[in-house]
Antibody
Framework: QIQLVESGGGVVHPERSLRLSCAAS????????MHWVRQAPGKGLEWVAV????????YYLDSVKGRFTISRDNSKNTLYLQMNSLRGEDTAVYFC???????????WGQGMLVTVSS | AIQLTQSPSSLSASVGDTVTITCRAS??????LAWYQQKPGKGLKFLIY???SLESGVPSRFRGSGSGTDFTLTISNLQPEDFAIYYC?????????FGGGSKVEIK
């Protein structure tokens, strides 16, 4: 079955960096776009970034542009989110999600909490 | 960015009821809308795409409709496992955006 498992979260100080990973299994990873979406505690969902199936195209939420980088390693079936210059407002559960045609996210991981605090 | 406004933000219903959730877009998005279900501590479950196409394996009591700026999710014969939060999401353009969520609670 399709599985997406996020890792790499935790507590980090403001202005520091963190890298999230998302291990994919149960489908042909290299054929699908992949997304990161976040959810601040008790809040709604906010899309963060997407990367095309081959890594050639990326899109970002304006508030993370220049600070976050989405990437993938199709040989390892793994998606990444490098987060630099973290701010308190980046505190959230981060989900990875598989993309269908036209970028629609379908399968989602369980999420990984990132807390930015001094 | 395209704003999505969901209503109601919460509702109470009983098993067997029919509930309707609406999602209004700030500009026309054609039929580029999806619906998701979220339960506590879980990722999202994909229910409907292209406004009205049911994802494989999703019960037929879930129905989506609408186009342009106004969309609805209707759940008929509400079951205990349907009590959750529902989100709409547009994929007409980036950034992808979500509605604020509609919590369906047991009456």
């Amino acid at each position: 079955q399709i599985q997406l498992v996020e890792s790499g979260g935790g507590v980090v100080h403001p202005e520091r960096s963190l890298r999230l990973s998302c291990a994919a299994s149960g489908f042909t990873f290299s054929s699908h776009a992949m997304h990161w979406v976040r959810q601040a505690p008790g809040k709604g969902l906010e899309w963060v970034a997407v990367i095309s199936y081959d890594g050639s195209v990326t899109y970002y939420l304006d508030s993370v542009k220049g600070r976050f980088t989405i990437s993938r390693d199709n040989s390892k079936n793994t998606l990444y989110l490098q987060m630099n210059s973290l701010r308190g407002e980046d505190t959230a559960v981060y989900f990875c999600a598989r993309g269908l045609s036209r970028w629609v996210p379908d399968y989602w991981g369980q999420g990984m909490l990132v807390t930015v605090s001094s | 960015a395209i704003q999505l406004t969901q209503s109601p933000s919460s509702l109470s219903a009983s098993v067997g009821d029919t509930v309707t959730i609406t999602c209004r877009a700030s500009q026309g998005i054609g039929r580029s809308l999806a619906w998701y279900q979220q339960k506590p501590g879980k990722g999202l479950k994909f229910l409907i795409y292209d406004a009205s196409s049911l994802e494989s394996g999703v019960p037929s009591r879930f129905r989506g409709s609408g186009s342009g700026t106004d969309f609805t999710l209707t759940i008929s014969n509400l079951q205990p496992e349907d009590f959750a939060i529902y989100y709409c999401q547009q994929f007409s353009g980036f950034p992808l955006t979500f509605g604020g969520g509609s919590k369906v609670e047991i009456k």
